[in-house]
Every structure is written in C-alpha cells, then in structure tokens.
C-alpha cells in the first residue's frame, strides 16, 4: 500500500521561501507520476506542479501562477518528492497535499487523476 506523508509547512513572509516535502513508502518515487495540489479555504483543490516518473519521457508540469516560483523535485535516496517555494506571496496559503498515481508514469493536472493522497501540511504567507 502506497502511503505519503508531507512535511514542512510552516508560516513564512511574504517573498520569502519554503521547502515541503512528500515522503513516500510503499514503491519508489521513480515509478509513477506524482503531484502536488493545494486547496485555500473555501476553494476547490488545485494542481499546482507535478512529476513523471523516470521511465517517461514527459516533462514537470506546473500551473501558471508558480511557474517560475515553485520547483517541483525528487530525492530519490530519501524516496521523497519535493516542492521548493520561492518569492512566496499570501495567494499561495493553503494546505498542499501530495498526491500519486497508481498506474500511469506521466503526471496530470487532474485531481481525479490521482490514486492516492497525503493528509496535507499548512503554508501560511504573511503579507
């Protein structure tokens, strides 16, 4: 059973940066596609980057608003994906989830799309 854990949230100011992190168990971080949403209260969750696995030959996907802002990785000795936040502003609170699929290698910017999810970490941005 695939299990993910996020870590890392925390409260920071606006502009600044902070790094979450997806531990997974139960396969490795190189098999299948994986990504991370986010959902502010009172909206629906969000894609906000996402990664395939090694096997295919797609790229890192990352919704609009935090291109060029957020970079989406694996640590593949500490089977761990994940998400570097930069230039931070309060839009960005919300609590992120990780998410993993259970078939497809490439990644998707579709909830739906995901077999599996974490239970979240808090990013907070001050203004």
């Known amino acids: 059973q695939v299990r993910l854990v996020e870590s890392g949230g925390g409260l920071v100011q606006a502009g600044g940066s902070l790094r979450i992190y997806c531990a997974v168990s139960g396969r490795t971080v190189t098999s299948r596609g994986m990504g991370w949403f986010r959902q502010a209260p009172g909206n629906e969750r969000e894609f906000v980057a996402g990664?395939?696995?090694?096997?295919?030959?797609?790229?890192?996907l990352y919704a609009e608003s935090v291109k060029g802002r957020f970079t989406i990785a694996r640590d593949m000795p500490k089977n761990t994906v994940y998400l570097q936040m930069n230039d931070l502003s309060p839009e960005d609170t919300a609590v992120y989830f990780c998410a993993a699929r259970e078939n497809y290698y490439s990644t998707s910017k579709m909830a739906t799309d995901y077999d599996y999810w974490g239970q979240g970490t808090q990013v907070t941005v001050s203004s």
């Open positions: 990664i395939p696995a090694v096997a295919w030959s797609g790229s890192t």
